[in-house]
């Protein structure tokens, strides 16, 4: 009977580059939806998966994406680790890193 039911977290911490920050995102709630409640100054648009604005590499740790990112990456891009911050789960810890395309970047949180 012990065993059964596997313990899962119910958070996971993202750490996001450039900022050098971390922060807490429970599980289940989408990357950048989670950011922008905390704060977090993150290159958006759409919320809806179509922009691409949130476009954001992933050093290490996985995601589950909610959509197909090939309608908005290329494939090199979804090759090299870039996905769709607003539409991503996580499933595990992360460390992303948010390309530095934008004036906006140089703020903080
Ligand atoms: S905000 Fe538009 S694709 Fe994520």
Redo the contacts with the bound molecule.
């Keep these: 009977m012990l065993g059964v039911f596997k313990k899962t977290a119910a958070t996971y911490v993202a750490r996001i580059e450039p900022f050098g920050i971390e922060i807490t995102i429970p599980k289940g709630q989408r990357l950048?939806s989670s950011a922008l409640t905390q704060g977090v100054k993150w290159p958006?648009?759409?919320?809806?998966?179509?922009?691409?604005?949130?476009k954001t590499l992933v050093l290490s740790g996985e995601i589950k994406p909610q959509i197909n990112f090939g309608y908005?990456l290329d494939a090199e891009e979804i090759e090299q680790g870039y996905i769709?911050?607003?539409?991503s789960t996580l499933k595990s810890d992360v460390h992303v890193s948010i390309p530095p395309r934008t004036k906006k970047l140089k703020g903080k949180i």
């Design positions: 950048l958006h648009r759409c919320k809806v998966g179509s922009c691409g604005t949130c908005v769709l911050a607003c539409q």
